[in-house]
């Protein structure tokens, strides 16, 4: 399995703002991933986070809205740009480890106002 | 490209009884099959999974799930269910090339009651 912390646990933000969204794990990393849930909903990819280059977005996900970066192979940063209403949900990192698994991180709620 | 249909958006079941969670998918390509449990306001953690070999596998807390690749599934099982079990419960499907995404079905929240 993989030991993943996420920073902060949840947050309320002002519309407008913007948040990140910190991803840590315990041992070096090829694939690591983001995904929001929001409220009452399921798992939906937002982009996959490349080390040494740019993430690959989702459709419907866009750099200047969610910038990501992966400085090394065992962190990333997910930004949640300009808020509003509607980006209030669950934000989670996962792992992916002997090509096949993918473990998640706790989680980040974020409510916007 | 993969997609997960979970039939059942609520189970509730009284506490001792055995349940099912059905999951079916769609796949062009061969896939990975997993099952994930969240609990409430926690992040989600893996039951089980399916990569090849036996049809039937076993995951943590006494689940357990079939694949059967004629009918495209991979139900989740449980003999006996407790309080405990009540959580939101997740059917995945990933294709079997490395570092491609999960996709996730919609969900399907078990309630156990005594």
């Known amino acids: 399995s993989a030991v993943i912390s996420q920073k902060p646990s949840r947050d309320i933000c002002q519309r407008g703002t913007s948040l990140t969204i910190q991803c840590q794990v315990d041992?070096?990393?090829?694939?690591m991933f983001w995904y929001r849930q929001q409220p009452g909903q399921s798992l939906t990819l937002i982009a996959t986070?490349?080390?040494?280059?740019?993430?690959?977005?989702e459709s419907g996900f866009v750099i200047d809205k969610f910038p990501i970066s992966r400085p090394n192979l065992t962190f990333s940063t997910l930004t949640v740009s300009n808020m509003s209403p509607e980006d209030s949900s669950i934000y989670l990192c996962?792992?992916?480890?002997?090509?096949?698994?993918?473990?998640f991180g706790p989680g980040t709620r974020l409510l916007v106002l | 490209a993969q997609s997960v249909t979970q039939l059942d958006s609520q189970v509730p079941v009284f506490e001792e009884a055995p349940v099912e969670l059905r999951c079916n998918y769609s796949?062009?390509?061969?896939?990975?099959l997993f099952w994930y449990v969240q609990y409430p306001n926690q992040g989600l953690q893996l039951l089980l999974k399916?990569?090849?070999?036996?049809?039937l596998v076993k995951g943590i807390n006494g689940f357990e799930a079939e694949f059967n690749k004629s009918q495209t599934s991979f139900h989740l099982r449980k003999p006996s269910v407790h309080i405990s079990d009540t959580a939101e419960y997740f059917c995945?499907?990933?294709?079997?090339?490395?570092?491609?995404?999960?996709?996730f079905g919609k969900g399907t929240t078990l309630s156990v009651s005594s």
């Open positions: 996962s792992v992916e480890r002997a090509g096949e698994t993918q473990y």
């Open positions: 041992s070096q990393v090829t694939m």
């Open positions: 986070a490349n080390q040494g280059s740019e993430a690959t977005y």
């Open positions: 796949s062009s390509v061969s896939v990975y």
């Open positions: 399916y990569l090849s070999g036996s049809t």
């Open positions: 995945a499907v990933s294709s079997i090339q490395a570092g491609t995404a999960l996709i």
